[in-house]
């Protein structure tokens, strides 16, 4: 599908989509609870869906109604079939440990792009406790044996992704004996791992760690089920607030102010950038504004790369964007995404190898190629209501996190048109 997107001015209220990472974290939680827990406005999502499809496949009863899932956990079985997690990249690595818990084994398998994602440092640090597990070449798919977890210490890099050391953590309480993992490197977005114990403790379940979060240590203990509400995600809000500050006046509710998520940042990199930024309770509004150019560290936020970019792109003078290298491993290498539309529309740009460096600039109406990349499609598509005349193609990969990402812009006044129209 292809949107096409003229020069728009905006403005308008919505409610921010609830968050795909607590939506996951939080069924993760619920099927390792014996009992039947309910999900309070959980995310309905291509991620989600593969995340409830893979665990109903395994025994758990997921039933969904309009604004909450009851979750019936704790009576896993084996899958009679692959366990396809499609491109949920947290689906699939939550999923490699908590199959080592299963009856029997299993075979996980992603699709096209989450098969180039990698996956060894958690299969790794499997095997360290003993687990009968084995990857392609340190990629999907992924078989492991579900044996039970004995416990014990294992060790894995906290660079590479923060979702390996969740990983661990949501099935360390369901080990025979106490289980300690090991950083080896420092962890960078820490906020995601910070939000999973958070969850976990919805549920019950205490972790202690050390103060540079580099050690984590875990004793057995139950997941007890609860009624656990799904907060606001300000990653997807990330977009229409960054709308605001582009080309009018948006308000977005659903906004904890005091939440976990790492991309709660872009208030901060707004309001540094000289953007009209106005807090009020669960609420945020964000008015167009004349934009300046940022220095920033982006490695607890890597997600937020796209829009910062095109923020960038329209503020006076020379912004760096630094610490961005992991942005080279997700659904896109979103590095070369983003500097390949940025020239596309005019737009100075550097990249080193951990440093985007960007000069504001006239943007000028181009055809972007989203790589299937949620972020990049809905990143440019804010930069086409400046520049006009831009196309996105492959738009319909919103759907990953923001399926209605395309009705709601143009409830906000972006003049967009989808293939159909």
Known sequence: MKASISKSKVAGSIIAPSSKSYT????MCAALAHGTSELINPLGSDDTEAATEVLSKVGVSIGQLEDRWEVSGGKFHE???????????????????????LPGRHRLTAGPTLSLRPVGPLVEALQQMGINCSSEGGFPPVTVDGEGLWGGTTGLPGDISSQFVTALLLVAPRASAEMTIRLTTPLESAPFVLMTLDTMQWFGVSVAFSEEMDVFQVVPQPYKPTRYQVEGDWSSASYPLALGALAGEITVNNLSPESLQADRKILELLQDMGASVIVKGNSVTVRKSRLKAIKTDLSNCIDL????????ATADGVSHLTDIGRARLKESDRVAAVREGLERMAIPVTVEEDRMIITGAPPKGATIDS???HRIAMAFALLGTVAGETVIEGAECVSKTYPDFWEEMKSLGVEVRTDGE
């Open 79 to 101: 899958a009679d079939s692959d366990l396809f997690c499609r491109e949920s990249a947290a689906t699939f690595r939550f999923m490699t440990a908590v199959s080592a818990l």
């Open 305 to 312: 790369l796209p829009t910062v970019a095109v923020l960038a």
């Open 371 to 373: 790589e299937d990349d």
């Open 24 to 27: 996951i974290r939080g069924l």
